[in-house]
């Protein structure tokens, strides 16, 4: 079986598909802003931010049309990873302010870290007890987190159809969900605004190796690993001359596998560390 990427990467950047957070699929450069603290200062913020939740919570039983403290309070529930209490939260606001864009974004990223969350949750369970109801229970799971974003991506795209990154996301969850026909034609759309786009080459051979068309795949993979007028990221030529060596072994093409082979060393030593 053909191993479809490293798994330290993203999807899309030639990694084999693992879950990742809402942040990572929709929005770029998101960083913790609880990362560079030390315990005492993370301590004192988790108290700083436990009272200001208090009197969220209070203040918006005594007046609830504060859409500032609706967005606020919904915040403080995904830092503490409690998206059901944030999408609630974001259900009742929409209810007062049904066009107010930022409820809408944030009622979708509270979705998305929902259904992410049972997924790893029942992740975890699946693979402590091994049976077959747990391995149902997971791949449920795994189509519903698909889902989640397919549904996100539609919307976002309707309310700002210039979105271009999110119909690639949509495409890669389309993947994720085996809607793998799909998938393939979404990221052609894609091709038809940027005929060069590596993403979409690489997310159409990931399609047609899980349709078993080998032979077109290579196609696409030369798309990602070899064209020289664009020349895309180097963890996606990596990925795609792997895949092409693989291939090439698999279908018997001894001379053409050499080829590959020979490519991927080259860009190997050039990506590589000089040894002292």
Same mark, same amino acid.
């Given at each position: 079986?053909?191993?479809?990427? %490293?798994?330290?990467?993203?999807?899309?950047?030639?990694?084999?598909?693992?879950?990742?957070?809402?942040?990572? *699929?929709?929005?770029? %450069?998101?960083?913790?802003? %609880?990362?560079?603290?030390?315990?005492?200062?993370?301590?004192? +913020?988790?108290?700083?931010?436990?009272? +200001?939740?208090?009197?969220?919570?209070?203040?918006?039983?005594? %007046?609830?049309?504060?859409?500032?403290?609706?967005?606020?309070?919904?915040?403080?529930?995904?830092?503490?990873? !409690?998206?059901?209490?944030?999408?609630?939260?974001?259900?009742?606001?929409?209810?007062?302010?049904?066009?107010?864009?930022?409820?809408?974004?944030?009622?979708?990223?509270?979705?998305?870290?929902?259904?992410?969350?049972?997924?790893?949750?029942?992740?975890?369970?699946?693979?402590?007890?091994?049976?077959?109801?747990?391995?149902?229970? *997971?791949?449920?799971?795994?189509?519903?987190?698909?889902?989640? !974003?397919?549904?996100?991506?539609?919307? +976002? *795209?309707?309310?700002?159809?210039?979105?271009?990154?999110?119909?690639?996301?949509?495409?890669?969850?389309?993947?994720?969900?085996?809607?793998?026909?799909?998938?393939?034609?979404?990221?052609?759309?894609?091709?038809?605004?940027?005929?060069?786009?590596?993403?979409?080459?690489?997310?159409?051979?990931?399609?047609?190796?899980?349709?078993?068309?080998?032979?077109?795949?290579?196609?696409?993979?030369?798309?990602?690993?070899?064209?020289?007028?664009?020349?895309?990221?180097?963890?996606?030529?990596?990925?795609?001359?792997?895949?092409?060596?693989?291939?090439?072994?698999?279908?018997? *093409?001894?001379?053409?596998?050499?080829?590959?082979?020979?490519?991927?060393? +080259?860009?190997?030593?050039?990506?590589?560390?000089?040894?002292?």
């Amino acid at each position: 079986m053909v191993d479809s990427g %490293n798994p330290d990467l993203s999807p899309l950047d030639g990694g084999r598909w693992r879950p990742v957070s809402p942040g990572e *699929l929709l929005r770029k %450069n998101v960083t913790d802003p %609880n990362e560079q603290l030390d315990d005492d200062q993370r301590e004192q +913020r988790r108290t700083v931010q436990l009272e +200001r939740r208090q009197e969220l919570e209070h203040k918006l039983k005594a %007046n609830p049309t504060d859409l500032d403290g609706f967005l606020e309070l919904a915040g403080i529930y995904r830092s503490e990873h !409690r998206p059901l209490e944030a999408k609630r939260l974001l259900q009742q606001a929409t209810q007062i302010f049904p066009d107010d864009e930022r409820v809408l974004f944030q009622l979708e990223e509270a979705i998305l870290a929902r259904s992410l969350q049972q997924y790893r949750e029942v992740s975890d369970l699946a693979s402590r007890l091994k049976t077959p109801e747990a391995d149902r229970e *997971l791949e449920r799971s795994r189509g519903d987190w698909a889902m989640r !974003r397919i549904e996100v991506c539609r919307a +976002r *795209l309707a309310r700002d159809p210039s979105q271009i990154q999110l119909r690639l996301a949509m495409a890669d969850a389309k993947f994720d969900a085996e809607l793998f026909e799909e998938s393939f034609a979404d990221a052609g759309h894609l091709l038809e605004l940027d005929e060069f786009s590596p993403q979409a080459h690489f997310l159409r051979a990931r399609c047609l190796l899980a349709l078993g068309k080998d032979l077109p795949a290579m196609k696409e993979l030369r798309a990602v690993a070899l064209r020289r007028s664009v020349v895309a990221p180097e963890s996606l030529r990596h990925a795609s001359l792997k895949l092409l060596c693989e291939l090439a072994d698999k279908l018997s *093409l001894h001379a053409t596998g050499q080829q590959y082979q020979a490519h991927l060393k +080259r860009l190997q030593a050039t990506s590589s560390p000089s040894k002292s």
